[in-house]
């Protein structure tokens, strides 16, 4: 909010007053509205689009609609669960800004990471407790990736999957729809955002494009003759490390140059631009020359993506997750240095899905919600001690094991001084041996209550795979099968718009 150490490296408090703000200072900063919207035509020129997103791609022309974006790498068959959850909150909070602030309109915005190289993530999802990864020799930017056998066949593995649960059908057919061989994995993106979001409104922007790159040459140059974002950077770093991890720190020039299956950093050696293991190089000039002719070939890493983000953007409201937060902690004197707005900052929603029978066994063993989060062997033992005839605790005979070695000790240094120490290392013997005794009372009870402390085990691993949160390994598959795009619904139903909270949210 407006208090705190983090509160000094963002530019508004994420409230409906600091987004009154933001919409004042966002006009002072223009966008080439006619570039972003013809790209985007031309972009869903060949997709099924819904009435509401040709309107909002029409209302972008306005300098009164403004944009609430989230981003995320084109993961394939989207990843994991928060995919959706950050793409459902962008389009919540769009809907609620339109309402408190009626004089503007809001666009959600998925901007698509597609220019990442992290095949290793990108590549993989989790379905039904098993992790695939997507094995292809294609290299460079993901986005530029084609949809090849391996890929097809991993889809073909998801059909046993979806073919018993009762909403699958449909899912599926959005799937092998949007991956067909030969599309690009960013194309095959757009459509299946657009397939599940299309009818909210949601406009995907794949900023790999040389007319949006266009738009951002002027930084990237500034960008290869000076390296200004990496010295924008340290002053904030050097503040930041006080209280906060440091995400990044950048590179002396935060840009990779993009061809063909290539996405390489580009380094200055000398008088000389090199791309990192390949032998191409430039002279000044020659990059400077290939930028102004070329700048879909150019490519801003983590420091520059926001920048680029905001300026091809009207962006008012950027929805991200911890980790995305906290590197754009460090980037408010970037975006200063080349005249470009900051936005306002906000944590994505976090769910926890349970089904009402984990829920209602939950509650038998008389533990609360909140109980969920908490390590199983602290659960372990309090439910042991909550549902056992015997008192496990020997907190009284510690106590009492204290006195009466204290008065021993009195007595004993009155003979000799020196039996002091010995009768604190026989105290301390005596107590070390009652909490072992202590412990083993308390396994001995676990395996009396085996049935139900498995139970706990059960519903621990169900609910975090792999001892992560939910959001982070399970796939929607799970969810959508189950209870078709309804789902996605049910999810915005509990989006909330700057409270911060973990929901958890019970399904039949």
């Known amino acids: 909010q407006d208090k705190g150490s983090a509160r000094s490296f963002v530019a508004y408090a994420p409230t409906y007053d600091g987004v009154s703000k933001a919409i004042a200072e966002r006009k002072k900063y ?22 509401r997103v040709k309107e909002n791609i029409q ?19 989207t990843g994991p669960l928060y995919f959706f959850y950050k793409i459902i909150h962008a389009i919540q909070l769009s809907s609620d800004l339109k309402k408190q602030f009626p004089e503007n309109n809001f666009v959600p915005v998925y901007y698509m990471g597609s220019e990442d190289a992290d095949i290793e993530e990108v590549g993989s999802f989790v379905l039904g407790g098993t992790r695939y990864q997507w094995n292809t020799k294609q290299k460079g930017a993901v986005g530029r990736m084609k949809v090849d056998d391996a890929l097809i066949a991993l889809l073909k593995n998801m059909e046993g999957y979806w073919s018993v649960k009762p909403n699958g059908k ?6 092998q729809n949007a991956y067909q061989k030969g599309k690009t994995i960013a194309d095959a993106t757009i459509e299946l955002v657009n397939a599940f979001f299309g009818a909210y409104g949601l406009i995907v922007v794949q900023p790999d494009d040389a007319s949006l790159k266009s738009l951002f040459e002027d930084t990237m140059k500034l960008e290869l003759l000076t390296g200004f974002s990496h010295q924008a950077i340290q002053p904030t770093i050097a503040a930041l490390s006080k209280d906060y991890h440091v995400q990044s720190e950048g590179r002396s020039i935060n840009l990779f140059y993009l061809k063909d299956n290539l996405r390489a950093r580009i380094e200055k050696q000398g008088e000389q631009y090199i791309v990192v293991d390949t032998d191409i190089q430039f002279t000044q000039v020659e990059i400077i020359t290939e930028l102004h002719q070329h700048p879909e070939r150019f490519s801003p890493n983590v420091i520059l993506r926001g920048v680029f983000q905001e300026t091809i953007l009207p962006g008012v409201v950027f929805v991200g ?6 590197y754009w902690m460090e980037l408010k004197n970037v975006f200063q240095a080349v005249g470009v707005h900051y936005p306002l900052l906000q944590l994505r929603n976090s769910f926890l899905l349970m089904s009402h029978k984990q829920a209602e066994q939950w509650s038998a063993m008389q533990f609360e919600e909140h109980d969920l989060f908490k390590p199983i062997l602290e659960l372990e033992i309090a439910y042991v001690k909550k549902h056992t005839n015997t008192k496990l605790d020997l907190q009284d005979q510690l106590n009492h094991l204290s006195s009466l070695y ?9 003979v000799d001084a020196s039996l002091g120490a010995h009768t604190e290392n026989l105290a301390h013997q005596a107590k070390s041996k009652l909490v072992a005794l202590e412990k083993k009372m308390l396994r001995a009870e676990r395996r009396k209550q085996s049935v139900d402390i498995q139970r706990i085990h059960r519903i621990k691993k169900e609910l975090f795979p792999q001892n992560n949160l939910q959001e982070r390994e399970e796939h929607f598959s799970k969810w959508v099968g189950q209870y078709g795009l309804s789902w996605i619904d049910t999810i915005m139903e509990n989006s909330t718009s700057f409270e911060s909270r973990f929901s958890i949210i019970k399904f039949d």
């Not at 570039?35 to 689009?49: A, F, G, H, I, W």
């Open 30 to 51: 223009p966008t080439n509205r006619k570039v972003l919207v013809e790209v985007l035509q031309k972009q869903y020129d060949s997709l099924s689009t819904s009435a």
């Open 59 to 77: 209302l972008l022309t306005s300098d009164t609609t403004l944009v609430v974006t989230t981003a995320h790498q084109p993961n394939i068959f």
């Open 170 to 175: 449909e899912a599926l057919a959005i799937l």
């Open 321 to 326: 997750g911890g980790g995305e937060l906290a």
């Open 406 to 414: 204290t008065n021993i000790k009195n007595q004993a240094v009155q």
